[in-house]
């Protein structure tokens, strides 16, 4: 059995988690649906969006005249602006992305197909294109789905070969030649997807089918007060934003000298999903929990390693040196697949975040970064006073350290009758954690569960 997606969780008593929906109905406190905003559906100038190309996606931010490289191609988002979400665009000559018109695939040639591939002798003369024949054609402008046509055309066991065979030669080739791009609007799926496709130790190696229950154990939805303890990239952050759709708050307590959202800023949330964002820094907690936190112990801490600031709705990420080694923007080496190196490329800049010599005098220059820090300070002193009431309805833990130090201080945060979930890569400490739990008492329904994803392969026409 894999081990990743080890997770526990559990309640601090029996009441029924119904009953804070019921008082906050008799309260005319309802948590409405976002409205739908409009042109919602629509790509627009600055959006964060996904690439995606059969199984490989990239993250990024749609700029004019930008040039982007993905899967050893090239190209500008300019022409995507105003398309819908999902719309397949095509690399054409100079870069330039043009709506994909659909096509019925079906031909005469690939109406014909053989029933067994044993005589199929594979010597490599079989194509009568040479390289240079198909180069001569790239040259010429032709698109790569005449060029597959044409390498169908000239094969001599193409008509031979099964039509699965066929299904499969075609797709091979139309993966090398056709450059086809589909534009996605990032979500949760789709994110916890690409990051563990390509870096699984940047969020701990937790699939989406992890990440899910986690959200539903959780009890993640509108107007909730929760906590967070993630060193996921900011990955589950980002997913509790979602569900939660704007209303509510959400308190991160962050190891270091910032949190890390590079993910949660692939998410695109506006600016008045990160009015209910707050960062606690982990080593103040203790003294937050002895009654001996007081604002002059935030203004001891170093400023100038704030790597999380905040303009216009945008996270922007700077890492610290200490930092480095959790920047998912840095790709390892991976000789295996050259061509994906390049999964995310955030460009999460504001216009105002220019070198200090464009700015103006260096004079304005630090008076706006003092204000930035002033404003910083200002947070966290919210989101010590939303900790110091106690009452937060939930708590989420999933960060590569040991779990049982973490909820044992941040559960006292959580109010009676709320869930908790913890997530870690490996059950050793899991089971650690679970132990400490029953000695400590004050919780209920406790869990320890192992979660495992199967794929099922479906025959084509197969109904069930």
């Known amino acids: 059995m894999e081990e990743e997606g080890q997770s526990a969780g559990g309640w601090r008593d029996t009441k029924e988690p119904e009953d804070r929906l019921r008082a906050m109905e008799s309260s005319g406190e309802q948590p409405s649906a976002q409205p739908p905003?409009?042109?919602d559906h629509c790509i627009r100038d600055g959006d964060f969006v996904v690439l995606k190309r059969e199984d490989v996606f990239k993250a990024v931010q749609v700029q004019r005249r930008k040039k982007i490289t993905f899967e050893k191609q090239w190209f500008y988002l300019d022409?995507?602006?105003g398309h819908s979400y999902g719309t397949t665009f095509e690399v054409t000559g100079g870069g330039s992305l043009q709506p994909k018109k659909k096509k019925e695939e079906s031909t005469?040639?690939?109406?014909e197909a053989g029933t067994d591939n044993r005589n199929i002798i594979?010597?490599?003369?079989?194509?009568?294109?040479?390289?240079d024949d198909i180069k001569a054609l790239k040259d010429k402008g032709i698109k790569g789905e005449e060029i597959v046509q044409q390498l169908i055309e000239n094969s001599t066991t193409f008509r031979d070969k099964t039509e699965f065979a066929q299904d499969k030669y075609i797709k091979k080739k139309k993966k090398k030649y056709e450059a086809i791009v589909t534009i996605l609007k990032p979500s949760t799926r789709i994110l916890s997807i690409m990051y563990y496709a390509r870096e699984p130790g940047k969020i701990n190696h937790m699939r989406y089918d992890t990440l899910a229950q986690m959200l539903t154990l959780g009890n993640i939805r509108a107007g909730n007060k929760m906590i967070v303890m993630e060193t996921?990239?900011?990955?589950v952050l980002g997913a509790m934003m979602e569900r939660m759709g704007g209303f509510g708050s959400i308190i991160q307590l962050y190891p270091g000298d910032g949190p890390i959202r590079v993910a949660t800023a692939c998410f695109g949330f506006p600016k008045s999903f990160l009015s209910g964002l707050y960062e606690f820094p982990l080593n103040k907690v203790d003294s937050l929990l002895n009654g001996t936190f007081s604002a002059e112990m935030l203004s001891s801490e170093p400023k100038d390693n704030t790597s999380i600031e905040e303009s216009n709705g945008i996270v922007e990420d700077k890492q610290t040196p200490e930092q480095d080694t959790e920047d998912p923007m840095t790709e390892a080496p991976d000789s295996s697949h050259p061509e994906d190196q390049e999964t995310m490329e955030v460009v999460a800049q504001g216009p105002e975040y220019k070198e200090p010599k464009e700015r103006g005098s260096k004079k304005a220059y630090i008076q706006e970064k003092q204000r930035r820090q002033e404003e910083q300070r200002k947070r966290h002193l919210e989101a010590a006073a939303l900790l110091s009431e106690r009452n937060a309805d939930g708590l989420i833990v999933a960060s590569r350290f040991h779990p049982t130090p973490l909820l044992l201080g941040l559960l006292d945060f959580v109010a009676p009758s709320r869930p908790f979930v913890v997530y870690c890569q490996y059950k050793e400490p899991l089971l650690e954690c679970y132990t400490k739990l029953r000695e400590r008492g004050?919780?209920?329904?406790?869990?320890?569960s192992e979660t495992w994803l199967r794929n099922y392969q479906v025959c084509r026409e197969r109904r069930f």
């Open 122 to 131: 594979d010597d490599g003369k079989s194509q009568k294109l040479t390289q």
């Open 108 to 111: 005469s040639e690939t109406k």
């Open 37 to 39: 905003l409009p042109g």
């Open 232 to 235: 996921c990239s900011g990955l």
């Open 79 to 81: 022409n995507v602006i």
């Open 442 to 448: 004050g919780v209920i329904n406790l869990k320890l």
